[in-house]
């Protein structure tokens, strides 16, 4: 039977290619940015918020200031955010009852946990991933190596800060995956031609 | 060219298992239990003695309480315990220089960091473990599942402590493995051929 899969990573870890690699050995779908695009066109709101809303926002969504008011904005803006996550959680779980497919980030682990996916988590050396993300021509033309590590590390807080936010569980934390794979000095296509054999 | 191998594993994930099959698969050597007898021939020590020392000791070896005096008992037993760790280091590096080769436990992973050996970490659901430790004759007559979760847990606390004091990482935490295996529901035999490819 193909799979569902579901990837989680850290940023430069290179988790998107070994997802997208993975989909292509086993001739499944891929689901990365798509998932957005299908936010927005279902809450009519833009891409770019959305992205902004379901990669950084989650934690800013509850008050936990007793007796703090609200203005008609803050009110408007929380019902945004919820819209996005019912959407975001209602797509995820669209795509996969469709047919087997891997999805990359966005909590799908998560969201689809009465379907027991299969759980990657993604990961690699600080060196590594500066590395990795200065041969994309558009990052090395913004960053030098000492700011790709604050990017990187400021990318990672907010997902992990998402993530546990969302979830209840610890992003990274090997319990909450089934195989969580170090891709320092490894190459992505090799990795994503053996894993594939763990579902044939 | 063929791999070191070092596998840190949860008390009845089936690590060992997962080792000895990826040995067999690579056609390289295998160790565990071997060390220990390597030990306790170097110090002329008793295997058990050495098992003890080993698994559960270390985190006494050095004095918190400023101003405690040693009794001669005392000395014998802290030089004890340091001979076994300078054996197990001596010894563990010894098998990795002669041939490629899986080694079981022992922080064999740290102490060959030097060699960069392909670390491995084997893990599983409670219920997973509980389960495939009951599937052994020895363990069942002795314990019913409300014992075999303590006991579980009661080697596991040994295991991270030792290691987490011999080694200053983190025993079980991502950032000091390549791959950590996750095998609740999954068939060991499979895995490891799976694994193997990732040396291929």
């Known amino acids: ?11 430069g870890s290179g988790g998107r290619e070994l ?3 993975l989909a292509e050995n086993l001739g499944i779908e891929y689901y990365d940015k798509e998932v957005i695009t299908a936010i927005a066109e279902r809450t009519e709101m833009s891409e770019a918020y959305v992205k902004q809303i379901v990669e950084s926002r989650s934690h800013n969504l509850y008050p936990i200031t007793v007796g703090q008011t609200f203005s008609y904005a803050d009110h408007v803006a929380i019902n945004q955010i919820m819209s996005v996550y019912t959407a975001q959680s209602e797509i995820i779980k669209e795509l996969a009852a469709k047919s087997p497919c891997v999805i990359v980030g966005r909590c799908a682990d998560y969201i689809l946990r009465d379907e027991k996916p299969f759980r990657l988590f993604v990961y690699a050396s600080m060196e590594s991933r500066v590395a990795r993300c200065l041969t994309r021509a558009e990052e090395a033309e913004k960053y030098d190596e000492e700011h790709m590590i604050k990017r990187i590390k400021k990318v990672d807080k907010e997902r992990k800060r998402n993530y546990n936010y969302y979830t209840g569980q610890v992003w990274g934390d090997i319990r909450y995956y089934d195989l ?3 891709t320092t ?10 894993f594939a054999g763990l579902f044939k």
């Open 1 to 11: 039977m193909k799979p569902l899969i579901t990837v989680t990573r850290q940023f």
């Open 185 to 194: 000095g490894a190459n992505i296509k090799s990795l994503a031609e053996t």
């Open 19 to 21: 997802g997208r690699r």
């Open 180 to 182: 969580c794979v170090n």
